[in-house]
Each structure stands twice: as structure tokens, then as C-alpha cells.
């Protein structure tokens, strides 16, 4: 680390007293501490020491010159010297120049000789006359240097594995992301600076646990100008990073996006004036909800030299303005390096400003349900050391997470470990659904539109879209919760599954849906999933909400449709009685679409009673499958 430490030179707050010393005293010694002070005037150093040394045999006890010497050893960068001599100032008399208290104790601190700093703080804050400024370091060191002391006392476990000389070179390697499924790994690439400086992002392959077969990603993201700061939407569909100093840039460094095509990347874009500015923007992260990106700059409005910033995707394609991420993630220091982990709650960052072993620490912050963060952890010693770590890259799991060191032993000046995440640090636990969305007629590739929300809320955790090349697309789906899935695109049916997710989460098994959809055509019938009602009623349920505005969205997009909406019983009750509750039930969702703005035109509902069942009424789950909502395509098919 380059620490930052205020060194207070004894000679400029002692020459009161040394004069008096000198015109009270006409001792060899004194005459050897004026010498020496000649020397220091004039920057001669070695000759100060040696008149210095002359003090000291004739007077051991001469704290004048103990102070001086440790000026001197401060100015020319020994520490263990200086420190040496203000110790010995101070046994001597600790009450003849309390500020040396301080500045012993600074270099103490320096040294990581924490237990005693703190104890030469303390003594120093326990003087009436303390300046504010040296009061407020002295606090702040003190707090510093008991948290290192505890937590080098309590070390996590930390053994970190290089990713092998596959991946890293004699370069530098900085790892970016690690793609849901584990199958890749995405990396920056800087050459010596014997070669071309330009810095380029590389994939590397995951093969039983070993990273192999390194490709560049190549135009049109990588240029031969210097991009950086990359990470991926957990999707795999977006490409975020940084670029500086380009003909479309706002500032000095910019966002920009790339979209998946297939197998290439599609022509970087430029986020636009909403998120970049004349000033710093880079780092970025994505959400899995796939609307919400994290960032860092140092723009005007922040609470230090650059924070961590939040700008989300409006369903129209546009960037909202920037919102600082607040008080508890930023400080009046530097925030740097943000990594929102796939299970939307957990963001790891790197902080200058919370209590931390060095330079900068990686920290970790959770999202509750109301948008608010907690109060920063630090992952620990070893993890954060003296040194500054800025990046910290976590699987879906929660398993690993990947770090770019300069420590001993690797192949390069920096390269990419990865080492078991302490439990405490981990993240919540993730899984993910993958898939091929195809026409159920053509077996054509679709690009569709996914959203996942909880079921019992109707909150939207995840927005993703399938690749129109391949159909492909992977959502992240933190586990313990019930989901509602809908697949949406122009033209034709929606594709909707419930489904709950329960015990842990297991990358190795995720949930693997091939989706077929389907055209919409007149007499097509599709069951309307997660519509509830109150027993025996046709009231509709909160829980409703989520299927409910899957039914709305589909009209939306889809203006030419008109509908019947069916609802249906089991054979429980008399036939009119049935009769009547499924037309009261078709009547509610029918009346719920008209309020959210859907043409009455458009719409037509129906009660069927037991008439149509799907299963049979001899079981609890047949009878589950009949007390269903259903609507069915009247108007407006191609």
C-alpha cells in the first residue's frame, strides 16, 4: 500500500523550547544540538546525525535531539529509525511534547505495529490540547488499527488457486465475469508495457474446472483503442463496459453497451448523455432483474471521489437519470468496483472509506425486500490485505469468487485467482432456468420477451429475451420462492408456468425448459396460470396480480386480438350454482382487463360450470385442474 500518513515535523512545534535550552545551557551537548540544527537548516542530514550522535554520548537523556533525530529518519523515509528515536524521546518524558505521541503513533500505524499505535493514540487523544485535525486522524487510525488488530486475529480461510498459465501471462489479466452456467469466464488483457499498451477482452472456456482454449472477443467490442471495465446481464445478452476518449464519448471515460447476435456481439452503443457525462464513468454491472445497472464516477453530487451510482432500463429502451447508491455504500472516500451478484441482493464492492486493512477493501452490502442496504461487511483478513483490492467476481453459486492479484508466485504482473468464498460472505442461493424458445409450428427461433415474478407478490424479478439467432436465453432465478414465468412475443400465445423452487439451489441441475409457442389463431384456448379466488367466491386474490397482468401485457402487445375469457369448476356443488360462480369468476378477470384499459370491444366472458373438465373430478389434483381460468382467441388471428 502507499499509506497516507501525517507527519508531523517535531523541529517546527519544538523551537520554543529548544531555543531556550540553548540560552540556558552552555553544555557540550547543547553546543552539538545547535550544530546539529545548522546541518538541518541546510538539508545536510548525514552531518545533523553525526553531531546528533555526539549529543547522545555525552547526554543519553538529551530529548531535544532524540526528537530531532526522529524528524530527520521521518524526512528520509526511515521509519524504524524515527520510531526508534521518539520512543526514546518519550520514555524520557512523555509529557515534554505530546504531539510526538502522534507522530510516533502514525508511524507505527505505517509499520502495521497496530497494538502499539493504538496505545500511543490514545495517550495522544488523552491530552486537553489537541487540534481538531490531528484529533479526527488520530480517531480514525485508532478505529483502523483496532479492526486490523481482530481481524488479523480471526483470519478467514483464504487459500486462492491461480487459474493456471491457460488464462494468465506476463501481462496483466483482470478478471470481469463468470457466465451463470459456469461456462465461461470473461477477462481483460493489458500486454507488458515493453509491448502494445492497448487492453482487450478474452474468453476462456471452462473444461471440467480448468479455464482453457483463451479467444480473443474481437470486433466490433474490442478495438485498437483500450476498453475495460467489462461484465455480461446474467442472461448472456448484453455487454456493458468502458471506453475512453472515443469520437461519441461525453466525457473522459463513457459506458457503452453491445447486444447478442447470435454468436457475435451486434455495434457497441453509447448509453447516451442520461447516464454519461463530461465527467468519469466506468465499472458497470448488471442486474439479473435486467433493467438495473450499477456503475461508478465521479460526477458532481456524490459523497466522495467517485461512487457507486444506479440507472435502470425503461421498457421504452431508455436510461433513467443516475441515482447515488446513498450514505451506507458511499463515503467520503473512494467506492470503486461494484458487482451485483446474480441473485439480485448481494453487491460486493471495493471502499477506501469503510474501516477496512488497506488501501482498499472488498466489502459486501444486501438489498432487503424495500430497496434498502445493509451496513457494509468487510470479507475479512486475509481476503483484503494492505494492499488495494478493487474487483471481486462471484459465481452462481456462491462458491468461488475471483480476484486479479499481484501476489508472489504468479506468471505474470497480475493475474486471476479464485479462491472458496467464506460462508459468511457468500450469496444467496441461485439456480437457473435455460431453454431454446422456437415456433410450435415452424420450429423456427424466436426472440421472446421473459419475465419472471413471484407468485405470491407480483413482484418482477427477472426481465430477459431469448436470442432472435438461436432462441436461446438462461434466467437467473434465486431459489426458495414460487414463480410465475411468462414467454411473450407479437403474434403469438403466451407461454406461462408456475412453478417453486425450494431447498438449495443447484448450478449442476438447473431447470431446463424448451419452449414451444404458438400462433395465435381463432379458437386457440390457453389456461390463464395463478388466477385465484377466494373459496367459493369470485373475488379475486392479491396473489392474482401476476397472471393477471400476464393476460393484460399479451393484449397489449397484441391490439388486433379479441378474446373470450372461460371460467371453470370441478363438479362439487349443483350445476347452477357452478354455473353460476364460473361466470361470476370470467366476469371478475373480464372486468379487471376493462379497468386496466383493455376495449370492452375486445372482450367476452363465459361461465362453463363442470361442463369441460381436463381431468378427472375422482381426485384432488383432477379436480385442482379443472377450477381453472382460461381464454380463448375469438377475433383478430392472422
Known amino acids: 500500500m502507499k499509506p497516507s500518513v501525517i507527519i508531523l515535523l517535531v523541529f517546527t512545534l519544538l523551537m520554543p523550547w529548544m531555543l531556550l535550552a540553548q540560552g540556558n545551557s552552555a553544555s557540550r551537548e547543547a553546543r552539538f544540538h545547535s550544530k546539529a540544527l545548522e546541518y538541518y537548516h541546510a538539508s545536510a542530514y548525514d552531518e545533523a546525525l553525526k553531531e546528533l550522535d555526539k549529543v547522545f554520548k555525552a547526554n543519553p537523556d538529551y530529548i531535544e535531539s532524540w526528537l530531532l533525530a526522529g524528524d530527520i529518519h521521518s524526512i528520509r523515509g526511515n521509519r524504524a529509525e524515527a520510531i526508534r528515536c521518539y520512543k526514546r524521546a518519550i520514555e524520557i518524558d512523555e509529557m515534554f511534547f505530546p504531539p510526538a505521541l502522534y507522530i510516533l503513533a502514525n508511524h507505527q500505524f505505517v509499520m502495521e505495529m497496530y497494538a502499539e499505535s493504538v496505545v500511543n493514540y490514545q495517550k495522544f487523544l488523552s491530552n486537553a490540547d489537541v487540534r481538531p485535525s490531528e484529533k479526527e486522524k488520530a480517531e480514525k487510525n485508532k478505529e483502523l488499527a483496532t479492526f486490523r488488530i481482530a481481524s488479523m486475529s480471526n483470519p478467514v480461510s483464504f487459500e486462492p488457486e491461480n487459474l493456471g498459465n491457460e488464462v494468465n501471462t506476463e501481462g496483466y489479466e483482470f478478471v470481469n465475469y463468470i457466465s451463470a452456467d459456469g461456462a465461461q469466464l470473461y477477462l481483460t488483457r493489458r500486454r507488458p508495457k515493453s509491448q502494445r499498451k492497448d487492453e482487450d477482452f478474452y474468453v476462456a472456456l471452462n473444461n471440467n474446472g480448468k479455464w482453457i482454449n483463451v479467444t480473443e472477443l474481437g470486433p466490433p467490442v474490442n478495438t485498437p483503442l483500450d476498453e475495460g471495465a467489462m461484465c455480461l446481464s446474467p442472461d448472456g445478452q448484453f455487454l456493458f463496459y468502458a471506453a475512453c476518449n472515443r469520437p461519441d464519448g461525453y466525457g473522459s471515460c463513457d ?26 464513468e466506468s465499472q458497470p454491472s448488471f442486474s439479473p432483474d435486467g433493467k438495473t445497472l450499477y456503475f461508478v464516477s465521479n460526477r458532481p453530487g456524490g459523497w466522495g471521489s467517485s461512487d457507486i451510482w444506479i440507472t435502470k432500463l425503461s421498457d421504452d429502451g431508455k436510461w433513467s437519470l443516475p441515482e447515488n447508491a446513498g450514505s451506507v455504500i458511499n463515503t467520503p472516500d473512494a467506492e470503486r468496483g461494484p458487482f451485483i451478484h446474480p441473485d439480485g441482493t448481494t453487491l460486493y464492492f471495493s471502499s477506501k ?50 480476484i486479479s492479484s499481484a501476489m508472489e508466485g504468479g506468471f505474470g504482473l497480475t493475474d486471476i485467482y479464485r479462491f472458496k468464498l467464506p460462508a459468511s460472505a457468500a450469496p444467496l442461493a441461485v439456480t437457473y432456468l435455460k431453454g431454446i424458445v422456437t415456433d410450435s409450428i415452424t420450429g423456427k427461433y424466436l426472440g421472446a420477451d421473459f419475465v419472471l415474478a413471484e407468485a405470491q407478490t407480483s413482484e418482477e424479478i427477472v426481465k430477459s429475451r431469448s436470442d432472435a439467432a438461436s432462441g436461446s436465453f438462461l434466467v437467473c432465478i434465486p431459489a426458495g420462492k414460487q414463480y410465475l414465468l411468462s414467454v411473450t412475443k407479437p403474434g403469438y400465445l403466451f407461454y406461462s408456468e408456475s412453478f417453486q423452487l425450494t431447498g438449495e439451489a443447484d448450478i449442476l441441475k438447473p431447470h431446463i425448459r424448451n419452449i414451444k409457442l404458438r400462433p395465435v389463431k381463432l379458437d386457440e384456448i390457453t389456461v390463464l396460470e395463478n388466477i385465484y379466488f ?13 397472471g393477471l397482468e400476464v393476460l393484460f401485457d399479451f393484449l397489449r402487445r397484441n391490439p388486433s386480438v379479441s378474446i373470450e375469457i372461460g371460467g371453470h369448476t370441478d363438479n362439487t356443488g349443483s350445476v347452477s350454482h357452478n354455473a353460476t360462480l364460473s361466470h361470476n369468476r370470467a366476469k371478475s378477470v373480464y372486468m379487471y382487463l376493462i379497468d386496466r384499459g383493455i376495449s370492452a370491444d375486445r372482450l367476452t366472458y363465459k361461465g362453463y360450470g363442470a361442463e369441460q373438465p381436463v381431468a378427472s373430478n375422482e381426485t384432488a389434483e383432477g379436480k385442482a385442474a379443472n377450477r381453472r381460468t382460461e381464454f380463448r382467441i375469438t377475433g383478430g388471428a392472422k
Not at 255 to 278: F, H, I
Not at 358 to 387: C, Q
Not at 534 to 546: G, Q
Open 534 to 546: 377466494e373459496t367459493d367466491s369470485a373475488r379475486l386474490l392479491p396473489e392474482s396480480k401476476a
Open 353 to 402: 472509506g469503510h474501516t477496512g486493512m488497506g488501501e482498499g477493501d472488498i466489502f459486501l452490502s444486501r438489498r432487503s425486500a424495500f430497496g434498502e442496504w445493509s451496513k457494509p461487511e468487510n470479507l475479512g483478513y486475509p481476503v483484503n490485505t494492505n494492499a488495494d483490492e478493487v474487483t471481486l467476481v462471484v459465481d452462481l453459486k456462491g462458491e468461488y469468487a475471483y
Open 255 to 280: 459506458l457503452y453497451v453491445a447486444v447478442k447476435k447470435g454468436d457475435s456481439w451486434g455495434e457497441p452503443q453509447n448509453l447516451g448523455p442520461s447516464v454519461n457525462t463530461s465527467f468519469w
